[in-house]
T-cell receptor, first 115, second 113 residues
Framework: AQSVTQPDIHITVSEGASLELRCNYS??????LFWYVQSPGQGLQLLLK??????LVQGIKGFEAEFKRSQSSFNLRKPSVHWSDAAEYFC?????????????FGQGTELSVKP | ETGVTQSPTHLIKTRGQQVTLRCSSQ?????VSWYQQALGQGPQFIFQ???????GRGNFPPRFSGLQFPNYSSELNVNALELDDSALYLC????????????FGPGTRLLVL
């Protein structure tokens, strides 16, 4: 079965430090990949997506992600973390069927930011 | 352009009751997907509606059912509530059923006692 793995359940970084959140997907020659962010008690906000083309994808809030087919990875990065980035981050892959598609999510990585 | 909205924001029910959750899709979107997010977990796909027809279903029992209306808004109905149904229910809308970005609403927090 298709799956998405986020190996890190919780990460703590200092404000101003760089960040990398890991994501591995399990299926597909041309995966459709997403990163979403969720603040406590809120819905999911799309940070960025990869459908095809350039493997380095730019998103909102200064985030970027790199698609590496050889490693089945789609890691999220930010060069300098702000306190407001503290949240839960979810990687997702779309599984296509018939005329539809469903998102398969990882378990999430909770990001804490130290002052 | 309005985003995805959901109602109610919070709901408390008792075991065995029935509940209806509502979702208004983003303007111009014809597809709605529902997800269940248990505490500390990633969202799990329940089902998707495309142009008023169910178009894909996850591993959820038949007591989870839905509707999509001509204006593309949607309802999620859950019958015979169980304690494990306590979760955040997320609705997402998209322009089309696949290869399209899904935009999420704020969710409905359901507590079953």
């Amino acid at each position: 079965a298709q799956s998405v793995t986020q190996p890190d359940i919780h990460i703590t970084v200092s404000e101003g430090a760089s960040l990398e959140l890991r994501c591995n997907y399990s299926y597909g020659a041309t995966p459709y990949l997403f990163w979403y962010v969720q603040s406590p008690g809120q819905g999911l906000q799309l940070l960025l997506k990869y459908f095809s083309g350039d493997t380095l994808v730019q998103g909102i809030k200064g985030f970027e992600a790199e698609f590496k087919r050889s490693q089945s990875s789609f890691n999220l990065r930010k060069p300098s973390v702000h306190w407001s980035d503290a949240a839960e981050y979810f990687c997702a892959q779309e599984q296509l069927y018939n005329q539809g598609g469903k998102l398969i999510f990882g378990q999430g990585t909770e990001l804490s930011v130290k002052p | 352009e309005t985003g995805v909205t959901q109602s109610p924001t919070h709901l408390i029910k008792t075991r065995g009751q029935q509940v209806t959750l509502r979702c208004s899709s983003q303007s111009g979107h014809n597809t709605v997907s529902w997800y269940q997010q248990a505490l500390g977990q990633g969202p799990q796909f329940i089902f998707q509606y495309y142009r008023e027809e169910e178009n894909g279903r996850g591993n959820f029992p038949p007591r989870f059912s839905g509707l999509q209306f001509p204006n593309y808004s949607s309802e999620l109905n859950v019958n015979a509530l169980e304690l494990d149904d306590s979760a955040l229910y997320l609705c997402a809308s998209s322009l089309g059923g696949g290869r399209e970005t899904q935009y999420f609403g704020p969710g409905t927090r359901l507590l079953v006692l």
